[in-house]
């Protein structure tokens, strides 16, 4: 089953990335994935504090606003898609990336399957 890894980046260091993790440690977790034949696919966001929010009102105008957003302290930095077996597999492989660390966090959620 694919699962989708949210990561949530809880501080956002000098160079606008997540402050508690190096790109040494993404680097190995993201070669780990891969290795384990579990990566379906994964992109990091450019610049973790940039981001364009739209809504689409009920008169169909729309509402652009800037981002990051007050609602939230966490800022999404990226997400991988991994193919396992379950959900306590998915859980594994998030408790591992450099992600979860500290004040950040990892959403795991399951994508749907609309083949099935």
Do not use: H, Q
Not at 12 to 32: F, H, L, N, Q, R
Not at 52 to 69: L, M, S, Y
């Amino acid at each position: 089953m694919k699962y989708m890894l949210l990561i949530n980046a809880g501080a956002i260091g000098e160079s606008g990335g997540a402050a508690e993790c190096t790109v040494e440690d993404w680097m190995a977790y993201d070669k780990e994935v891969k290795d384990a034949g579990i990566f379906v696919s994964g992109e990091s966001l450019a610049d973790l504090v940039t981001a364009t929010a739209v809504r689409v009102g009920e008169d169909g105008k729309r509402t652009i606003t800037d981002g990051p957003f007050a609602e939230t302290r966490e800022v999404l930095g990226g997400f991988y898609v991994i193919d396992v077996p379950d959900l306590d597999v998915a859980l594994d492989w998030a408790a591992r990336c450099p992600g979860a660390r500290g004040s950040g966090s990892i959403v795991v959620r399951p994508i749907a399957d609309f083949d099935a």
